[in-house]
């Protein structure tokens, strides 16, 4: 069975920093790109960061382009974002989703990680 | 970006109806666009892909139609369960966006 698990949400501070990691489980991790999506509360979804297979060919939405960096370990099942300078607007919960076949449509998402952005 | 817009917003309707909920892409976008239903506290799951083509898994109930800037999910015989809100998204290029999300109430 095909699972997702994300890890690494909480409270921070704004210009602070957390570490998202994603275990997958259930599937060849190493076969499919990866991305991250993350829905405000109350509020829409709002696709974040997109990693191929082999972690090199990577995109960024304009709204974390230099401060987010993802990346990824397939042998050990893992997806990570390393977010930075944290503002409160990227309050949200984050989910970590698979690729189908590199046509950025999701066919599994993890349950998601809140990150609150608060002084 | 490519604007995703939504119609309705919110919608009520009842067991046994016939339901359809219409997006509309800023510019063309073949028919990469799929649709998600996400109920409260949970995570989206995938209905549609490709504009028609149905989800493993996913009740026959549910349909996709249409191509370019147009599109249209449909549910024929709405169920209780299928209560929540629907996201459609394109994937047409990078970044991939949704729109704003339809809220169906039973």
């Known amino acids: 069975e095909v699972e997702l698990v994300e890890s690494g949400g909480g409270l921070v501070q704004p210009g602070g920093s957390l570490r998202l990691s994603c275990a997958a489980s259930g599937f060849t991790l190493s076969s499919y790109w990866m991305h991250w999506v993350r829905q405000a509360p109350g509020k829409g979804l709002v696709w974040v960061s997109r990693?191929?297979?082999?972690?090199?060919?990577?995109a960024y939405a304009d709204s974390v382009k230099g401060r987010f960096s993802i990346s990824r370990d397939n042998a050990k099942n893992t997806v990570y974002m390393q977010m930075n300078s944290l503002r409160v607007e990227d309050t949200a919960v984050y989910y970590c989703?698979?690729?189908?076949?590199?046509?950025?449509?999701?066919?599994?998402w993890g349950q998601g990680t809140l990150v609150t952005v608060s002084s | 970006d490519i604007q995703m817009t939504q119609s309705p917003s919110s919608l009520s309707a009842s067991v046994g109806d016939r339901v359809a909920i219409t997006c509309r892409a800023s510019q063309s976008i073949s028919n990469s666009l799929n649709w998600y239903q996400q109920k409260p506290g949970k995570a989206p799951k995938l209905l549609i892909y490709a504009a028609s083509s149905l989800q493993s898994g996913v009740p026959s109930r549910f349909s996709g139609s249409g191509s370019g800037t147009d599109f249209t999910l449909s549910i024929s015989s709405l169920q209780p369960e299928d209560f929540g809100t629907y996201y459609c998204q394109q994937s047409y290029i990078t970044p991939c966006t949704f729109g704003q999300g339809t809220k169906l109430e039973i």
């Open positions: 989703v698979r690729d189908v076949d590199t046509s950025m449509v999701g066919d599994y």
């Open positions: 990693i191929d297979s082999a972690g090199s060919n990577i």
